[in-house]
Nanobody, 126 residues
Framework: EVQLVESGGGLVQAGGSLRLSCVAS????????IGWFRQAPGKEREGVSC????????YYADSVKGRFTISSDSAKNTVYLQMNNLKPEDTANYYC???????????????????WGQGTQVSVSS
């Protein structure tokens, strides 16, 4: 029922930018927290950013602070992740996910998110 569709990934050179989109359906968007996660081959899935739709508060992993910006357009049921000054270390498959009734613990945990998109690949060359 809940569906999340990511788009916007691609191959860019270091220092370039990409804007990822996550279109949500099947639930009341404003009642959920939306998170972005990424997973590179051989590594665990890690939280990148999150936006809480109840108050608009945001979170960023230390590795992306100052470079990535999360935003939302409620009218379009869409969350964006603007990624600037990309680095090869950012190469991964990026996923958006929904966490209903999220109790914030100071960090992103994949276990808190119930529904996931299929992912979009981001590749940054050096």
């Amino acid at each position: 029922e809940v569906q999340l569709v990511e788009s916007g990934g691609g191959l860019v050179q270091a220092g370039g930018s990409l804007r990822l989109s996550c279109v949500a359906s099947g639930f009341t968007f404003d009642d959920y927290a939306i998170g972005w996660f990424r997973q590179a081959p051989g590594k665990e899935r890690e939280g990148v950013s999150c936006i809480h739709r109840n108050d608009g508060s945001t979170y960023y992993a230390d590795s992306v602070k100052g470079r990535f910006t999360i935003s939302s357009d409620s009218a379009k049921n869409t969350v964006y992740l603007q990624m600037n000054n990309l680095k090869p270390e950012d190469t991964a498959n990026y996923y958006c996910a929904v966490a209903p009734n999220l109790v914030w613990r100071g960090f992103l945990s994949a276990a808190d998110f119930n529904s996931w998109g299929q992912g979009t690949q981001v590749s940054v060359s050096s």
